[in-house]
């Protein structure tokens, strides 16, 4: 099978700001052999990696990456370490109450265990456990997370509190927010440091990896050869930990759809930020659906997001991945509505980056059809920084041939609805993106959306909160 590999996209300013010594850099230019070949180094690839040799420290692992690792989305998301209690009902949509509670919880447990990874290894990845608000910027959104607290509530457990509006203005450091509830087991990093000292630690741990060493070709079989072009890797184990590049396989590409999603960075505004009383390191979102996502950094900026949502034709990794203009003008506009105090501060880095999206905003795992050694767990869905921890150890479970929860989870082999086939699929999908913006901006301004925007939205994938249908 055919594997499309991509021009490395923008250097991100979390990418920027990490020392990487290209002499450290090892090309794959050789043929060799491995017990498991995991094909991309993001944090999904390393978690997989380092899980690997800690349940099974003979195995030989080899990783290869077509850039650098952290060079897709890894090194290039907000930062932003949430849990799955926002995902609850979805969850329940095809999972017992057990086993919901089961994923959920654990999803919240791999923040704690991550911060206690970075501080183990002794790396600085700017880990801040300071709590994630969830927020209404209009009167339409108010109460956007009652239906999840209702889960929450029949399961037993609750994990948000909900903020008074005055709280709320205190701790977003902007009166636009008129609403909220605050989760406090959600963190953030800088996460292309956070890769770094993952990349360090599994080579550490003795795996093997190959950098600007762009997978071109897999040839099934039991054993398994993955080519570059300039080698190839055999295995009796492959994981494909490939992110929205995942798309190039067809069995793959019905069950994700790559968007984009922009970020932009501040200056440094120290004082400001101390005026507007933003302060307490907690990171933000509101209610959209093409949601807003933002968190100071330790250098006091503002990092700003935005899930914007563009498509590319047959989803190709192009570049509306790396810099879309409209993105950043979008997430810009937004960034100056929700802090209108901040309007004259300078904006100093931006980019985009893929989110490979399912419909219901969560991962799925399982083997490619008539190849049992051949792993994938994809569909992250812009929430993956700490939950792929979770994929980590369904992934390291699968490729081991280990019969325990996490092989056995409901995440594997689960039935998920799939994306028509081009050129629905992009005329579609810029059809219902259209009228998602329509109709937010309507709500944002305090207008009722149209009929027909209300109605298209409804086919959109699922975005922060739960769409369990």
Known sequence: MKIL???PLKTSHWMKETTYNTDEIQILDKNIETDIVIVGGGFVGLWTAITIKEKAPDTNVVIVEQDVCGGGASGRNGGLVMSWWPKISS????????????????????IYELGEFCRINNFDAHFLQKGWIWTATTEAHINSWATTIAACDKLGVQPFEVLSREEIMRKTGSSVHLAG????????VQPALLVRGMRSVALSKGVQIFEKSGVTNIEPGSTVKVETATGHVKAKQVVLATNAWSTCIKQLSKIVVPVNSAVVVTSSIGAQLEKNGWTGGESITDSQLLVNYYRTTRDNRIAYGKGTGALSFGSKISDIFSYD?????LTKQDFRANYPDLKDVEIEESWTGPIDRTYDSLPVFGQLIGHDNIHYGIGWSG???????????????????????????????????SFPPEPFRYIGGNLVRNAVMRKESNEMKGLKPYFIDL??????????EDKSS
């Open 5 to 7: 590999t991509s021009n």
């Open 91 to 110: 969850l329940q949509s095809f999972c017992s109450k057990e086993e919901a509670l089961f994923l959920a919880q654990n999803a919240e447990n791999t």
């Open 181 to 188: 509830v605050y989760e406090k087991s959600n963190a953030t």
């Open 325 to 329: 203009q409209d993105s950043i003008d």
């Open 383 to 417: 929430n993956g920084i700490g939950v792929s921890r979770i994929g980590g150890k369904i992934l390291a479970s699968l490729a081991l041939g280990a019969n325990n929860e996490w092989s056995n989870c409901a995440l594997v082999n689960r039935q998920v609805r």
């Open 455 to 464: 109605a298209l939205a409804k086919f959109a994938p699922a975005g922060l």
